[in-house]
């Protein structure tokens, strides 16, 4: 073989060296990052959307029903029972989950059918903003992780800087009328009546929803009470309770307040539902 025709060789075997190598580098950023999105928790959705990522979504929950895109996505079932099969059929990148409604066992049935999950493991106010950025780096988006989270951690840090109360004004949040459910220690909406200032009654029983008597509220005699909307009519399923508690001093003064879901979504809508709370404790 002559010189000329060992260079030619030799140049085309490089050449095929080099695109083999800038092909699978390509593939390999291709299958890092994640363009099919399963988001298994409707806050996890609102901050999907929040980010701008609606397009990479292709499967979500029976009840992520914000924003209004969410509900043309393809359901999967429910938080606590997604169906295996239609995760499966959706041929995710990703499986986004949450610690606060997600079952464990889920999350490694899909590890094993070789599916990658993310797993959101906030659970508190002050915990969200650097939830959101974790996530973000999850799904490669960090600078647009990173507006979102700034964006709600400034909004926190502005309801501290203007609590209007010190702890004096007594509050309850009812979750559920029948059987009466409330808001206690260790969730987002306890965090939020302590970020405003005030005293969650209900923060004592260390439990993050007990069940509550009425004669237990009689005995706290909240100066407000709080009331989340869910998808009934909740001042109708309420009358019967507010009945009951007509001499306690919130019922009384007509310190009665109907607040949104925003407050149960760990997400950026939750500031929406702060301020609905602060408005109505002024």
């Known amino acids: 073989m002559t010189l000329c025709a060992r260079l030619l060789r030799l140049q085309l075997a490089m050449t095929i060296l080099l695109l083999t190598s800038h092909f699978l580098f390509l593939t390999s950023v291709a299958a890092e990052a994640p363009n099919r999105i399963i988001s298994l928790a409707p806050n996890l959705t609102e901050i999907l959307f929040?980010?701008?990522?609606?397009?990479?979504?292709?499967?979500?929950?029976?009840?992520?029903?914000?924003?209004?895109?969410?509900?043309?996505?393809?359901?999967?079932?429910?938080?606590y029972n997604p169906s295996l099969e239609a995760v499966v059929s959706l041929k995710p990148?990703?499986?986004?989950?949450t610690t606060d409604g997600n079952l464990r066992e889920f999350e490694e049935r899909l590890r094993s059918l070789k599916i990658k999950t993310y797993v959101f493991r906030a659970r508190r106010l002050n915990?969200?903003?650097?939830?959101?950025?974790?996530?973000?780096?999850?799904?490669?988006?960090?600078?647009?992780a990173e507006i979102l989270a700034s964006k709600v951690e400034k909004a926190i840090n502005r309801f501290r800087a203007e609590?209007?109360?010190?702890?004096?004004i007594r509050v309850l949040f009812i979750i559920w009328p029948g059987p009466l459910i409330v808001a206690g220690?260790?969730?987002?909406?306890?965090?939020a009546i302590t970020l405003l200032g005030y005293q969650n009654v209900a923060s004592r029983t260390g439990t993050s929803y007990p069940k509550y008597s009425v004669e237990e509220i009689i005995h706290q005699a909240p100066d407000i009470i709080f009331i989340g909307k869910g998808h009934v009519n909740i001042k109708e399923a309420s009358r019967g309770l507010l009945e009951k508690l007509s001499k306690i001093p919130a019922v009384k003064n007509g310190r009665v307040c109907y607040i949104s879901d925003s407050i149960y979504r760990l997400g950026p809508r939750v500031v929406k539902g702060i301020k609905e709370m602060a408005r109505c404790l002024k």
């Open 127 to 144: 915990e969200l903003p650097q939830g959101i950025r974790d996530l973000g780096l999850a799904l490669e988006v960090k600078g647009k």
């Open 93 to 97: 990148d990703i499986v986004v989950m």
């Open 185 to 191: 220690s260790g969730t987002a909406i306890d965090d």
């Open 50 to 79: 929040s980010m701008r990522l609606g397009d990479r979504i292709v499967g979500v929950t029976n009840f992520c029903d914000y924003p209004g895109e969410a509900k043309k996505k393809t359901k999967v079932g429910g938080i």
């Open 163 to 168: 609590r209007g109360g010190q702890g004096e």
